[in-house]
Protein backbone atom coordinates (compact mmCIF):
# COMPACT_ATOMS: atom_id res chain seq x y z
CA UNK A 1 0.00 0.00 0.00
CA UNK A 2 2.75 2.61 1.21
CA UNK A 3 5.33 0.80 -1.15
CA UNK A 4 5.54 3.79 -3.69
CA UNK A 5 6.05 6.43 -0.98
CA UNK A 6 8.44 7.75 0.62
CA UNK A 7 8.82 7.38 4.23
CA UNK A 8 8.25 10.92 5.12
CA UNK A 9 5.04 10.32 2.96
CA UNK A 10 4.43 7.40 4.63
CA UNK A 11 4.62 8.77 7.97
CA UNK A 12 2.13 11.46 7.40
CA UNK A 13 -0.02 9.35 5.94
CA UNK A 14 0.11 6.92 9.40
CA UNK A 15 -0.25 10.12 11.54
CA UNK A 16 -3.22 11.13 9.37
CA UNK A 17 -5.28 7.62 9.31
CA UNK A 18 -4.64 7.55 13.22
CA UNK A 19 -6.16 11.06 13.92
CA UNK A 20 -8.84 10.87 10.82
CA UNK A 21 -11.48 8.79 13.21
CA UNK A 22 -11.16 10.99 16.31
CA UNK A 23 -11.23 14.32 14.24
CA UNK A 24 -13.78 13.20 12.70
CA UNK A 25 -15.38 12.82 16.03
CA UNK A 26 -15.03 15.92 17.20
CA UNK A 27 -16.35 17.87 14.71
CA UNK A 28 -19.54 15.77 14.31
CA UNK A 29 -19.85 15.92 18.53
CA UNK A 30 -18.63 19.15 19.33
CA UNK A 31 -18.08 21.80 16.60
CA UNK A 32 -21.19 20.60 14.68
CA UNK A 33 -23.58 20.95 17.81
CA UNK A 34 -21.71 24.04 18.98
CA UNK A 35 -22.43 25.99 15.61
CA UNK A 36 -25.66 25.06 15.78
CA UNK A 37 -25.85 26.23 19.23
CA UNK A 38 -24.58 29.92 17.79
CA UNK A 39 -27.27 29.71 14.75
CA UNK A 40 -30.03 28.65 16.95
CA UNK A 41 -29.00 31.98 19.24
CA UNK A 42 -30.14 34.15 16.77
CA UNK A 43 -33.75 32.95 16.09
CA UNK A 44 -36.90 32.74 17.79
CA UNK A 45 -37.84 29.08 18.16
CA UNK A 46 -39.54 26.72 20.37
CA UNK A 47 -37.29 23.51 19.60
CA UNK A 48 -40.33 21.03 18.32
CA UNK A 49 -41.78 24.11 14.94
CA UNK A 50 -40.95 24.08 11.83
CA UNK A 51 -41.00 27.80 12.00
CA UNK A 52 -38.03 29.53 12.88
CA UNK A 53 -37.30 33.40 12.67
CA UNK A 54 -34.50 35.25 12.69
CA UNK A 55 -34.16 37.64 15.62
CA UNK A 56 -30.54 38.51 15.02
CA UNK A 57 -29.20 39.70 18.69
CA UNK A 58 -32.62 40.32 20.39
CA UNK A 59 -31.87 36.81 22.46
CA UNK A 60 -28.61 38.57 23.48
CA UNK A 61 -29.96 41.85 24.65
CA UNK A 62 -32.75 40.28 26.08
CA UNK A 63 -30.63 38.74 28.78
CA UNK A 64 -28.27 41.78 29.48
CA UNK A 65 -31.46 43.63 29.69
CA UNK A 66 -32.68 41.20 32.47
CA UNK A 67 -30.19 41.12 35.59
CA UNK A 68 -32.05 38.19 36.85
CA UNK A 69 -30.36 36.11 34.23
CA UNK A 70 -26.99 36.28 35.90
CA UNK A 71 -28.25 36.20 39.44
CA UNK A 72 -27.78 32.58 39.08
CA UNK A 73 -24.13 33.27 38.05
CA UNK A 74 -23.06 34.46 41.69
CA UNK A 75 -24.04 30.89 42.92
CA UNK A 76 -20.59 29.91 41.09
CA UNK A 77 -18.76 31.65 43.54
CA UNK A 78 -18.94 28.67 46.48
CA UNK A 79 -18.34 26.09 43.60
CA UNK A 80 -14.99 28.62 42.71
CA UNK A 81 -13.86 28.57 46.20
CA UNK A 82 -15.04 24.79 46.35
CA UNK A 83 -12.55 23.95 43.71
CA UNK A 84 -9.56 25.48 45.37
CA UNK A 85 -10.00 23.60 48.17
CA UNK A 86 -10.56 20.24 46.53
CA UNK A 87 -7.07 21.14 45.07
CA UNK A 88 -5.36 21.47 48.35
CA UNK A 89 -6.68 18.15 49.84
CA UNK A 90 -5.80 16.62 46.07
CA UNK A 91 -2.66 17.85 46.47
CA UNK A 92 -1.91 17.05 50.12
CA UNK A 93 -2.65 13.89 49.82
CA UNK A 94 -0.79 12.92 46.88
CA UNK A 95 2.09 14.38 47.99
CA UNK A 96 1.29 12.28 51.71
CA UNK A 97 0.50 9.12 49.95
CA UNK A 98 4.00 9.29 47.45
CA UNK A 99 5.71 9.02 50.06
CA UNK A 100 6.82 6.07 52.49
CA UNK A 101 3.63 4.58 53.41
CA UNK A 102 1.73 1.59 53.66
CA UNK A 103 -0.79 0.60 51.81
CA UNK A 104 -0.96 3.12 49.10
CA UNK A 105 -3.16 0.71 47.01
CA UNK A 106 -6.05 1.32 49.39
CA UNK A 107 -5.58 4.95 49.98
CA UNK A 108 -5.29 5.17 45.87
CA UNK A 109 -8.39 3.42 45.73
CA UNK A 110 -10.78 4.78 48.50
CA UNK A 111 -9.45 8.36 47.30
CA UNK A 112 -10.18 7.84 43.41
CA UNK A 113 -13.57 5.95 43.93
CA UNK A 114 -16.13 8.74 44.29
CA UNK A 115 -14.89 9.85 40.67
CA UNK A 116 -15.87 6.60 38.98
CA UNK A 117 -19.26 6.82 40.28
CA UNK A 118 -22.26 7.98 38.18
CA UNK A 119 -23.23 11.40 39.20
CA UNK A 120 -26.64 10.27 39.23
CA UNK A 121 -25.76 7.89 41.58
CA UNK A 122 -24.09 10.34 44.05
CA UNK A 123 -26.88 13.13 43.82
CA UNK A 124 -29.42 10.09 45.26
CA UNK A 125 -26.87 8.98 47.61
CA UNK A 126 -26.10 12.70 48.95
CA UNK A 127 -29.99 13.20 48.71
CA UNK A 128 -30.52 10.35 51.67
CA UNK A 129 -27.23 11.60 53.57
CA UNK A 130 -28.44 15.14 53.98
CA UNK A 131 -32.02 14.82 54.05
CA UNK A 132 -33.75 15.80 57.50
CA UNK A 133 -33.30 13.20 60.02
CA UNK A 134 -30.97 11.43 57.10
CA UNK A 135 -27.87 9.70 57.71
CA UNK A 136 -25.80 13.04 58.94
CA UNK A 137 -28.32 14.17 61.18
CA UNK A 138 -28.12 10.29 62.92
CA UNK A 139 -24.32 10.64 62.95
CA UNK A 140 -24.51 14.49 64.78
CA UNK A 141 -27.07 13.28 66.90
CA UNK A 142 -24.85 9.92 68.13
CA UNK A 143 -21.76 12.00 68.58
CA UNK A 144 -24.41 14.34 71.09
CA UNK A 145 -24.06 17.36 68.45
CA UNK A 146 -27.40 18.22 67.86
CA UNK A 147 -27.82 21.30 67.85
CA UNK A 148 -25.35 21.69 65.05
CA UNK A 149 -28.34 19.97 62.75
CA UNK A 150 -29.55 21.77 59.97
CA UNK A 151 -31.73 21.70 56.58
CA UNK A 152 -28.73 21.46 54.44
CA UNK A 153 -30.78 20.89 51.56
CA UNK A 154 -33.52 23.28 52.09
CA UNK A 155 -31.88 26.29 54.04
CA UNK A 156 -30.77 28.94 51.54
CA UNK A 157 -27.95 30.20 53.52
CA UNK A 158 -26.59 26.69 53.75
CA UNK A 159 -27.56 24.63 50.68
CA UNK A 160 -24.74 25.99 48.43
CA UNK A 161 -22.33 25.03 51.03
CA UNK A 162 -23.44 21.46 50.98
CA UNK A 163 -23.66 21.15 47.67
CA UNK A 164 -20.35 22.51 46.86
CA UNK A 165 -18.84 19.78 49.24
CA UNK A 166 -20.53 17.29 47.48
CA UNK A 167 -18.96 18.19 44.18
CA UNK A 168 -15.77 18.44 46.32
CA UNK A 169 -16.25 15.00 47.48
CA UNK A 170 -16.51 14.03 44.41
CA UNK A 171 -13.85 15.67 41.76
CA UNK A 172 -11.15 15.21 44.59
CA UNK A 173 -9.98 12.03 43.08
CA UNK A 174 -10.06 13.33 39.64
CA UNK A 175 -7.48 16.10 41.33
CA UNK A 176 -5.50 13.21 43.03
CA UNK A 177 -4.64 11.34 40.88
CA UNK A 178 -3.30 13.51 38.49
CA UNK A 179 -1.02 15.23 40.87
CA UNK A 180 0.24 11.79 41.89
CA UNK A 181 0.93 11.20 38.49
CA UNK A 182 3.10 14.56 38.53
CA UNK A 183 4.92 13.73 41.56
CA UNK A 184 5.98 10.45 40.38
CA UNK A 185 7.40 11.80 37.37
CA UNK A 186 10.11 13.19 39.60
CA UNK A 187 13.31 12.31 39.09
CA UNK A 188 14.28 9.98 41.91
CA UNK A 189 17.83 11.04 41.92
CA UNK A 190 16.52 14.68 42.58
CA UNK A 191 15.01 13.77 46.42
CA UNK A 192 17.77 11.41 47.01
CA UNK A 193 20.09 14.38 46.55
CA UNK A 194 17.64 16.61 48.80
CA UNK A 195 17.88 14.15 51.25
CA UNK A 196 21.53 14.09 51.56
CA UNK A 197 21.62 18.22 51.85
CA UNK A 198 19.13 17.38 54.60
CA UNK A 199 15.92 18.90 52.98
CA UNK A 200 13.09 18.67 55.28
CA UNK A 201 9.83 17.22 54.02
CA UNK A 202 8.49 20.98 53.57
CA UNK A 203 11.48 21.98 51.86
CA UNK A 204 11.15 19.37 48.95
CA UNK A 205 7.57 20.15 48.33
CA UNK A 206 8.27 23.96 48.50
CA UNK A 207 11.51 23.84 46.27
CA UNK A 208 10.79 20.23 44.27
CA UNK A 209 7.76 19.24 43.97
CA UNK A 210 5.62 22.40 43.32
CA UNK A 211 8.03 24.04 40.70
CA UNK A 212 7.66 20.42 38.83
CA UNK A 213 3.55 20.11 38.86
CA UNK A 214 3.49 23.86 38.51
CA UNK A 215 1.79 23.12 35.04
CA UNK A 216 -0.32 20.57 36.34
CA UNK A 217 -1.27 22.79 39.36
CA UNK A 218 -2.22 25.80 36.18
CA UNK A 219 -4.37 23.46 34.25
CA UNK A 220 -6.41 21.87 37.53
CA UNK A 221 -7.35 25.55 38.04
CA UNK A 222 -8.31 26.11 34.57
CA UNK A 223 -10.78 23.21 35.02
CA UNK A 224 -11.75 24.12 38.09
CA UNK A 225 -12.56 27.51 37.01
CA UNK A 226 -14.91 26.57 33.92
CA UNK A 227 -16.37 23.59 36.29
CA UNK A 228 -17.48 26.56 38.64
CA UNK A 229 -19.20 28.34 36.02
CA UNK A 230 -20.57 25.78 34.38
CA UNK A 231 -21.79 23.65 37.52
CA UNK A 232 -25.22 21.92 36.61
CA UNK A 233 -25.16 17.33 37.24
CA UNK A 234 -25.05 17.51 40.94
CA UNK A 235 -27.51 20.81 42.19
CA UNK A 236 -29.90 19.80 38.65
CA UNK A 237 -30.13 16.43 40.39
CA UNK A 238 -30.34 17.09 43.79
CA UNK A 239 -32.16 20.20 43.96
CA UNK A 240 -33.40 21.17 40.41
CA UNK A 241 -31.96 24.52 41.55
CA UNK A 242 -34.82 24.93 44.70
CA UNK A 243 -33.87 27.01 47.38
CA UNK A 244 -31.51 29.51 45.89
CA UNK A 245 -29.31 26.44 44.43
CA UNK A 246 -30.07 27.84 40.79
CA UNK A 247 -27.06 27.67 38.68
CA UNK A 248 -26.32 29.90 35.06
CA UNK A 249 -26.36 26.34 33.52
CA UNK A 250 -29.58 25.33 35.07
CA UNK A 251 -31.36 28.19 34.00
CA UNK A 252 -30.37 27.77 30.65
CA UNK A 253 -31.72 24.63 30.42
CA UNK A 254 -35.08 25.39 31.95
CA UNK A 255 -35.02 28.36 29.40
CA UNK A 256 -34.26 26.14 26.63
CA UNK A 257 -36.47 22.80 27.19
CA UNK A 258 -38.97 23.98 30.27
CA UNK A 259 -40.07 27.24 28.72
CA UNK A 260 -39.37 26.27 24.75
CA UNK A 261 -37.28 29.05 24.47
CA UNK A 262 -34.66 27.30 22.32
CA UNK A 263 -33.09 30.61 20.82
CA UNK A 264 -32.66 32.32 24.29
CA UNK A 265 -31.23 29.23 25.84
CA UNK A 266 -28.81 28.80 22.92
CA UNK A 267 -28.24 32.28 23.79
CA UNK A 268 -27.27 31.94 27.26
CA UNK A 269 -25.06 28.85 26.54
CA UNK A 270 -23.03 30.91 24.08
CA UNK A 271 -22.72 33.43 27.20
CA UNK A 272 -21.50 30.74 29.03
CA UNK A 273 -18.77 29.65 26.80
CA UNK A 274 -17.60 33.20 26.50
CA UNK A 275 -17.14 33.24 29.96
CA UNK A 276 -15.35 29.86 30.45
CA UNK A 277 -12.79 31.30 27.53
CA UNK A 278 -12.15 34.39 28.99
CA UNK A 279 -11.69 32.97 32.39
CA UNK A 280 -9.38 29.97 30.87
CA UNK A 281 -7.23 33.07 28.41
CA UNK A 282 -6.89 35.46 31.90
CA UNK A 283 -5.90 32.63 33.64
CA UNK A 284 -2.99 31.82 30.74
CA UNK A 285 -2.03 35.46 30.83
CA UNK A 286 -1.71 35.37 34.63
CA UNK A 287 0.55 32.36 34.89
CA UNK A 288 2.43 33.55 31.67
CA UNK A 289 3.32 36.47 33.80
CA UNK A 290 4.04 34.83 36.64
CA UNK A 291 6.51 32.43 34.86
Same mark, same amino acid.
Given at each position: ?24 ? &? ?112 ? &? ?22 LST ?17 IQS ?36 ? &? ?68
Open positions: MFGKLSYKKQEKVVVFLFLFIPLLF &LIIFTFLPAINMIYYSFIDWNGYSVNKTWVGFANYIEIFKNPNYFLALKNSIYYFFGGFIQLFIAFYFAVIINGKLKGKSIYKAILFFPYLLNGVAISLIFIFFLRPDGTLDTI &LNMLGMGQFIHLWLGNEKIINYSVSIWRYVGFNFIIFLGAISGEVMEAADLDGATEWQKVKYIVLPSVKKIIELNLI &LAVSGAISVFEIPYIMTGGANGSNTFVIQTVNTAFKFQQVGLGSAMAVIVLIIVAIATIFEKVFFKEAD
